[in-house]
């Protein structure tokens, strides 16, 4: 139900599409009892019949088009619509030329049916519902106007009365119907607008975010660098040390703040290109050395030998898989006062072949009835060992739902002072 310009939603259009292809299947079904039903029976006229085993044609096709075609909504159910109101005013016309109760009844009967077209139209169509709709009012209302104004009822039949309860429905239910429907249509389109305003205005500011604040803070990192390479010792270095944690702290919560609000809007997409995992591992690991060497701890990337070949070749989006891997690793270094903390990359053999990405640390560990938890958004433990360790409590949370997107799922094992083992598993695509 879009009126008014309502762009389309895939994933919303798919849903419906879908739905609809199940509803138009079960019709379809109806229509072919209907038909053997009412052709033993023998009560309607042949119109009926020919009627009701088309419609079930026409709708067996739609639901298996919309099964099929899901982008093809719009056009498939403006066409079953448009022949199902055909049909209908068929059947009225046959109806009318029967002299007697049963064509009388049904003439009565098939007026009532067309709001649920109308619903139909303006539930499941993008654009033209309202059109299609008063179109079909319009063929409704000549075709009622010619039976009982030009051509005449039958004189003194007892339905008689029944032509001033038809008369009422065509002339007050089916416009109101419609233009109930065109109201709902058009709050619905506005509350998008204004929903898809509001969410352009996130992403502009997410935009000015990213752009305006973290380049500077990106060049106010360089500049902390090489005033480190200069100070030695004292409460300088002490000073210079603060500045860079504090500077590098506002980075990862930037990085985790966007891409979390970022993951909600419509235009997210994957950007996947065949790129050079083993490089990347390396990439990752380097940039984080030196405040691994800082904390006086281990570093180590490894790829398993016999998969490097075929690592260094993956269809991957490297700037999603960057920030998983950046998060894991951040947290090991985080979480970890003494020992080591390695990254791993291997393939997983299948069928089918899976990629996993492995952070292990010996640090702090994880109480197990926390382990679902961290996963959670603006979550953190406490643990008095780590006191000074500052987050967000997104970056786990940004890792799952990278993950879910990436077509893959994250795993945690930990015991607690021990350390913990963090493992992304995702669909590996190889080019060889
Ligand atoms: P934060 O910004 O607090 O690091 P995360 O979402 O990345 O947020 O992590 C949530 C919580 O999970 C952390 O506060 C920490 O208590 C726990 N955690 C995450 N990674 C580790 C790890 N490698 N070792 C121990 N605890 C961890």
Redesign the pocket.
Known sequence: MAEGGTPPRPDTDLLAARLLARVCGVVAVGALFAWYHDGQAGWNTPWDRYAAITMSGVYAVASLLLWRRPLWLNTVTAVALGITAVFFLGTLHEAARIESAVGLYSMASNAQFMPLVYVTAFVAMRSGAALLSWGMYAGVLALYGWLYGVRGLPPDTPFRAMSSHVWAVLLFVHPACILALQYIATLKGRLHRAESEAQQGKERFLAMLSHEIRTPLQAMLGSIELLALKVQGGPEQRAVDRLRRAAAQLDTHLR?VTEYTRLDSPGWRLHNEVIDLVALVEEVAEQLRPQAERQGLALHHRVAPADEALLRQVELDPTRVRQILL??L???L???LTGEVILKASRLAGPPDRLCLE?I?T????PPE?LTR??EPY???E?ERVQR?????????V?QRLTARLGGEVSVH?TLDL??R?AVILPLVARQ
């Open positions: 985790d998060n894991l951040g947290n090991a985080k979480y970890t952070v640390d640090g702090i560990g994880i926390e961290i996963f979550i953190r433990l643990d360790a500052s987050g967000s409590g997104l970056g786990l949370a890792v930990s350390g913990s963090f």
